[in-house]
């Protein structure tokens, strides 16, 4: 026959319950200790979001993906730390096409390439990437297509890659507010600048001179 | 040294084992063994809920396991953890932003294991400590409906795996946790409502009393002659 005693049916609830607290709380702050995530977003100290598509780079389309790009470059036998300025731009846009010629021309003998202007140490190199997208696909006067990327970039001779998003995949996952919008992305996939977050004046060229770090020869 | 993720892994299975083969028939003779240090695993009931709980206890180690390795991934990229070239590619599931958390709370999906399993435990601790209590029942059907509730989550992690066209080693490890503590939570409910579960009670809840009372759980109040 069972007995039933009260003062001992909580005292089980309550023992049960202390001990899964217990068990809980260790491991949670454990994780806590051990782990520092970092969240994917477009905001500066944020983990880039991903960023896949076909690049133009002069001569073929071929597919890139940020991330694995970036765990490539890290894992060489010689790890190289590439920083990536990334702009979203529309190649019908007034003002890509005016930052295109004043800025992105001359600052990409400055930073990439063989032999740049800037000095970097020998195991850090910096990559340009823009990202072109479709403000207004189907608008009159606003031309789309692979042909419009090459073409852009053969106008501005610029030499690095140009990807083709203009199924707006990219800009809705980075939630791109307009054009052109500049990001810098450290080797470790982190922003260090982004144009939304930028205090007035302050452009991604600064950021880049502030934050990649110089040495080597010139 | 630096255990690979695979060899990790086993150490979560090791109380899932035991914890399965002494809610098996062939627990009898370990439950015996172990009956002189835990008195309870000599009875079927006792042996499956020490067989749950164990069950449980791997469960949730490997859910807090999950949940480490997801924040890893976002710290340090997707890439750095139990990346595989086969099917078995646990970093491929738990570093993929778009299935990692669950839908509506955005919770990870190890912070969700680990609260269902610390619930499990305390249903099952509970029971275990007072099987005759009145809230017995209740406990057993509250772990019966949460058990059915994850096994409709499970499905959608398996789409999501097939999505992903990845297999996560030690989700998996969760999910068979996690349907074993169903079947335990049914197999005790039958007992309950079967002669099974009584049987059990009238040989060892004496014990059990006068065990209690050895260890000191309750006190008696001295009398108020005793104290002057």
Redesign the interface.
């Known amino acids: 026959?069972?007995?039933?005693?009260i003062?001992?049916?909580a005292?089980?609830?309550s023992?049960?319950?202390m001990?899964?607290s217990v068990?809980?709380i260790s491991?949670?702050t454990?994780?806590a200790i051990?782990?520092?995530?970092?969240?994917?977003g477009i905001g500066v100290g944020d983990?880039a979001p991903?960023l896949v598509g076909d690049v133009w780079d002069g001569s073929s389309w071929t597919e890139f993906d940020l991330?694995?790009n970036?765990?490539e470059n890290a894992n060489l036998e010689i790890p190289v730390e590439t920083y990536y300025m990334i702009e979203f731009m529309d190649t019908n846009c007034g003002y890509c096409q005016q930052s295109a010629e004043q800025f992105l021309t001359p600052e990409q003998s400055k930073w990439t390439g063989d032999n740049p202007t800037r000095s970097m140490p020998e195991n850090v190199k910096v990559e340009f990437l823009a990202v072109s997208i479709a403000l207004h696909d189907g608008t009159e006067g606003w031309d789309y297509g692979k042909s419009e990327i090459t073409s852009f970039r053969e106008e501005y001779g610029h030499t690095f890659n140009y990807m083709d998003d203009q199924d707006n995949d990219n800009r809705d996952e980075w939630g791109i507010p307009g054009t052109p919008t500049y990001f810098l992305v450290s080797p470790?996939?982190i922003i260090l600048y982004s144009t939304p977050d930028a205090e007035h004046g302050y452009t991604v060229w600064d950021a880049m001179d502030y934050e990649i770090p110089t040495g080597g020869e010139q | 040294m630096e255990l690979d993720a695979n060899t990790q892994l086993m150490f979560h299975w090791i109380p899932i084992i035991f914890g399965l083969v002494l809610m098996s028939p062939l627990g009898e003779g370990l439950g015996k063994s172990l009956s002189s240090r835990w008195k309870s695993l000599e009875t079927v009931r006792g042996r499956t809920l020490g067989g749950l709980i164990a069950v449980m206890f791997g469960g949730f180690t490997v859910s807090a396991h999950t949940l480490w390795i997801h924040n890893k991934a976002s710290e340090m990229g997707g890439g750095q953890f139990c990346s595989a070239d086969g099917v078995w590619d646990c970093s491929s599931v738990i570093g993929n932003s778009d299935w990692n958390t669950m839908p509506f709370l955005g919770l990870p999906w190890g912070l969700v294991g680990m609260l269902a399993f610390a619930l499990f435990l305390w249903l099952a601790i509970s029971i275990a400590k007072e099987p005759s209590a009145s809230w017995v029942s209740s406990n057993l059907s509250i772990g019966r409906n949460f058990g059915i509730l994850g096994i409709f989550m499970i499905f959608y992690l398996i789409y999501a795996e097939y999505e992903i066209g990845k297999l996560c080693q030690y989700c998996t490890t969760a999910h068979i946790s996690h349907v074993i503590s169903t079947i335990g939570f049914f197999r005790l409910s039958k007992m309950y409502d079967g002669s099974d579960w009584s049987n059990s009670s009238s040989t060892t809840t004496e014990t059990e009393s006068k065990e209690r009372r050895k260890r000191g759980g309750y006190v008696a109040p001295k009398a108020a002659s005793e104290e002057e």
């Open positions: 026959m069972l007995r039933r005693n003062c001992n049916e005292g089980a609830r023992d049960g319950l001990f899964v068990l809980f491991a949670f454990y994780i051990t782990t520092n995530p970092v969240y994917t983990r991903e991330h694995k970036l765990d470790e996939g």
